[in-house]
């Protein structure tokens, strides 16, 4: 039997990276986008060597998913070569920390892009024929519920996730698609170490809001997308899962 088609957006590290091995560990042959960077392509195929050493299937493909064409092209390769796409992971995202009164129209323009319109691409390219019984799992943020101060558009497109989530499950149901969102809290991830290398400053604002006394890892998060992905949710859809510590208490 084929395995089921898993495309994971943002995998070259992070949520993403983990989301990849965790759905491979599943049985999924996992799509893995990278920026068209070489930095992060290399993560990329670093993280489907690991999967093919463990007996798994991925493949790499770099594509920026704010831009239509690119995500068509990668969608078709993705296609040609792995099969038909069965699950969506919608996790890229790019985000810049400043003052609202800071942040430039390039900057906004490219958040918004990448973070809420290449959803919206990706989802439209990947399931245009939905094939009944996939799923899309999209990772907002515990930012669209609670904002920052210093992440008005990373927050904005968060919180748009979330109506995106909700709009297409009502769009796809009928197909027997399902589409969920998972809410991460503070996850120690390389993004954070980048931004606040002392992880003893990192754990004092994570436990300056959540209730668990452990800092969240991107495992976490990736063990939610797998349930969402899988057939122990499939009575599920329009759902947001919040994986936060105890922060939101929702």
Do not use: H
Request: contains cysteine.
């Amino acid at each position: 039997m084929a395995k089921q088609v898993a495309l994971v957006t943002g995998a070259s590290r992070g949520i993403g990276a983990a989301t990849a091995r965790r759905l491979a560990r599943d049985g999924m042959a996992v799509a893995i986008n990278s920026r068209p960077e070489e930095r992060m392509v290399a993560l990329a195929e670093q993280v489907a060597a690991e999967i093919r050493d463990e007996g798994g299937t991925a493949a790499v493909y770099a594509a920026d998913v704010s831009e239509a064409g690119a995500v068509d092209a990668m969608v078709g390769r993705c296609e040609a070569e792995l099969g038909r796409v069965g699950v969506l992971v919608n996790n890229a995202m790019v985000t810049r920390r400043a003052p609202w009164n800071e942040i430039t129209v390039d900057d906004w323009d490219r958040i918004m892009g990448v973070n809420l319109r290449g959803a919206f691409l990706c989802s439209r390219r990947a399931f245009a024929d939905p094939i009944e019984g996939g799923a899309i799992v999209t990772v907002s943020s515990v930012l669209a519920r609670v904002g920052k101060a210093d992440s008005v558009p990373y927050a904005t497109t968060k919180a748009g996730l979330l109506g995106f989530t909700r709009s297409m499950a009502r769009a796809l149901g009928p197909a027997g698609v399902r589409v969920n969102a998972v809410m991460p809290g503070a996850i120690r991830t390389e993004e954070e170490i980048e931004t606040t290398p002392d992880p003893e400053e990192a754990e004092r604002n994570a436990f300056a809001v959540q209730s668990l006394r452990r800092r969240g890892v991107a495992e976490d998060i990736a063990g939610v997308v797998s349930f969402l992905a899988g057939p122990d949710s499939s009575f599920m859809s329009g759902q947001t899962v919040c994986v936060d510590g105890g922060w939101v208490l929702s």
